[in-house]
């Protein structure tokens, strides 16, 4: 399997969707086609082998599966991990021939993706950087009364930087990088301790992804408890992912049923056969 330069071309495109807000948005381009998850789809399509594409995308998933950009601090870019990583763990994945739902072919793609991960912060921050010179162009309109370029500013100039640091990064490394992931291939054998690291770290990567997950989502020592069932469910009953959210769902129904039971209080009916004191009549009559 090989990437061809137009299929490089159709990966930076992709990859300026994701991380340009100006041209697809955060909420289709960052946070849906640059999810890994879905990245993943979409290489499995462009390359021509669906099942690989979706089988590396879900191995790089997990690693990130609780990735944010809290302040615009990124430990890891998603474009670079979806339509650079992805694509080169396919070549990678195919050059070995390995079957694509592997436990190695996933830790080949989960280790590809957070080399590239890395790298593509870099990619990040200079956009950013680039951007800030845009800005520096508005603030002089504005104070020239010029407001009327301050488009540009926002869907004009930010394509300038889009095309340096997202387009021509991920040509480049989609193109030439599956020729020397072909070449990884040839001077490194799969029995050698360089693969078998790269297959050890490969494996314990998703360790990271839970852990963050875990973080924002426990506050108590029993909220392991439902984050658990899935896990259980999955080992003892061998159900797939769609029983356990169904059951997952229905505990979900009861623990708001609870909690909404608590918030209620029954009212308490005024006693009609309660004596009335004497005393307290005269005090009225008088």
């Not at 500013?153 to 020397?180: D, E």
């Not at 050890?200 to 990567?205: E, N, R, Y």
């Amino acid at each position: 399997m090989t990437i061809s330069w137009l299929q490089a071309c159709i990966f930076g495109l992709l990859a300026c969707l994701c991380s340009n807000s100006c041209m697809a948005g955060q909420a289709i381009g960052n946070y849906m086609i640059g999810r890994p998850l879905v990245g993943g789809l979409i290489c499995g399509l462009v390359m021509g082998n669906v099942p690989l594409g979706i089988a590396c995308g879900v191995a790089t998933q997990l690693v990130y599966i609780a990735l944010v950009t809290p302040g615009g601090t990124v430990s890891a870019d998603v474009r670079a991990i979806s339509y650079i990583g992805i694509p080169l763990a396919m070549v990678a994945i195919s050059s070995r021939g390995l079957s694509p739902f592997s436990s190695q072919a996933a830790n080949m793609a989960k280790s590809l993706g957070t080399l590239v991960g890395t790298i593509g912060s870099v990619l990040f921050y200079s956009v950013a950087f680039l951007n800030l010179v845009w800005q520096s162009f508005g603030w002089k309109d504005i104070e020239n009364n010029k407001l009327d370029r301050l488009y540009a500013v926002n869907f004009g100039w930010p394509w300038v930087s889009h095309l340096i640091f997202s387009f021509l990064p991920t040509v480049l490394m989609t193109h030439f990088g599956a020729q020397g992931v072909t070449a990884l291939r040839n001077a490194l054998p799969m029995d050698g301790i360089p693969m078998k690291t790269l297959f050890t770290v490969g494996a314990m990567l998703p360790c990271v992804g839970i852990a963050i997950l875990l973080r924002q989502i426990v506050n108590k020592s029993v909220d392991f408890i439902p984050f658990l069932v899935g896990f259980t469910l999955a080992a003892s009953l061998k159900l797939n992912l769609v029983s356990i959210t169904v059951v997952s769902l229905l505990f979900a129904v009861i623990m708001y049923e609870i909690e909404m039971s608590k918030g209620k209080t029954t009212p308490v009916a005024a006693n009609t056969n309660t004596p009335v004191d004497d005393d307290d009549e005269e005090d009225e009559d008088i």
